[in-house]
Each structure stands twice: as structure tokens, then as C-alpha cells.
T-cell receptor
């Protein structure tokens, strides 16, 4: 079946540091890939997505590239802010009904 | 637009009690979903509804039932709550298609004693 593996946290960074969160997936064919973010006390919201190989999703300074050859979708940001402290979830969608399969989530804490 | 709303925000139940979690969306989406979030396990799909009048099991449906009341509303019922159902429950909605974004509600935190 489909599965998503992402690095465990927590990841603690200083403001303006570079952030990378690794995400790899297992699925047949060409799933759509997503990064969702959950700020404290809130539901999840879409951060970015990519729907085919070599696509790059980007939003709010975050980027991720759909790499079919390595089945990866790593999230990066060049200079994090305190407001980026959140839990980040990698997910894929392939099955009928747009059912999402999530990774376990990575908590990121950015200190001033 | 309110987006996706959920009630209640927080609930404490005793083992064996029943309750219904309510979810509504005002984005005219066909598809709606119920997930549970447990530490270290991400979100897991309980049930989903691809359109009004249809529901299907997800990854962890045991102990739950759902009703797609109309296009806007999708409720989740626990008939006899168990401590293993202590979790945070999220409702989501979206358009059909694997490329489509899902929009999440704020969640219901449930504690079963």
C-alpha cells in the first residue's frame, strides 16, 4: 500500500537558519504530493503541493521538488522565522476519492 | 466563508458512552473526510464521503459510523466509546480528484476515560 516516511522531530533551529525536512514515499504510479502545516491549536492547512514528477511547489518561502527517481519530496526554507514554528506533514494522494496518506509529522521549533 | 467548522471543540466521555461529532463546510465541496490524529502517527483516515449519499471506510473505521446528511454536513458517531478512541479528530473537505487540496476544520479533542 501507499506510505509516507518523514524525519522525526523535534527540529530546533535559530531564526534565519536553513530548514530541511526529509520526506520519502512509497506508491505505485504517480501520486500527487503535499506538505501541510499545523500551527499550534489549529487544523492543518496546505503549504504547497506538486502533482507530477520534477514539479516544484513553493509558498511562503518554502519549496519542495517532486523527485520520482528518489521517491522524495523534501521541504526546504532558506531562512526560518519564529512564526514558522509548527508541525509539518508530508502526504500523498493517489487512490480514488483523493484519500490522503500522511507521514508522522515533524515538529519544528524556531527560537529567536 | 467559515470554511470547515466542527463541534464540539472538546469533549470528555466515559467508556461506553456515545456521541456524535459534527462537521459542516460551506465551500460546495463534493468530498468530505474524517481523520484522527495521534502522536507520532500523523493523521489516519477513518471514513470518507466522495459525494452526497455515499460513504466508504478508510484506514481505521472500527468503532465509528458516519452519516453524510447533505452536501454540507458529515457527522462521525462513536456508539460505545473506548479509551483507544482518545484522539484529536479532524474533518476535511475538498473537490474530487487526487490533485485537489483538502481543507481542514479546527479539530475536536476527545478524551475517553
Amino acid at each position: 500500500g501507499n506510505s509516507v516516511t518523514q524525519m522525526e522531530g523535534p527540529v530546533t533551529l535559530s531564526e534565519e537558519a536553513f530548514l530541511t525536512i526529509n520526506c520519502t514515499y512509497t506508491a505505485t504510479g504517480y501520486p500527487s504530493l503535499f506538505w501541510y502545516v499545523q500551527y499550534p491549536g489549529e487544523g492543518l492547512q496546505l503549504l504547497l503541493k506538486a502533482t507530477k514528477a520534477d514539479d516544484k511547489g513553493s509558498n511562503k518561502g518554502f519549496e519542495a521538488t517532486y523527485r520520482k527517481e528518489t521517491t522524495s519530496f523534501h521541504l526546504e526554507k532558506g531562512s526560518v522565522q519564529v512564526s514558522d514554528s509548527a508541525v509539518y506533514f508530508c502526504a500523498l494522494s493517489k487512490a480514488a476519492g483523493n484519500k490522503l496518506t500522511f507521514g508522522g509529522g515533524t515538529r519544528v521549533l524556531v527560537k529567536p | 466563508n467559515a470554511g470547515v467548522t466542527q463541534t464540539p471543540k472538546f469533549q470528555v466521555l466515559k467508556t461506553g458512552q456515545s456521541m456524535t461529532l459534527q462537521c459542516a463546510q460551506d465551500m460546495n465541496h463534493n468530498s468530505m473526510y474524517w481523520y484522527r490524529q495521534d502522536p507520532g502517527m500523523g493523521l489516519r483516515l477513518i471514513y470518507y464521503s466522495a459525494s452526497e449519499g455515499t460513504t466508504d471506510k478508510g484506514e481505521v473505521p472500527n468503532g465509528y459510523n458516519v452519516s453524510r446528511l447533505n452536501k454540507r454536513e458529515f457527522s462521525l458517531r462513536l456508539e460505545s466509546a473506548a479509551p483507544s478512541q482518545t484522539s484529536v479528530y479532524f474533518c476535511a473537505s475538498g473537490r474530487s480528484g487526487t490533485q485537489e487540496t483538502q481543507y481542514f476544520g479546527p479539530g475536536t479533542r476527545l478524551l475517553v476515560l
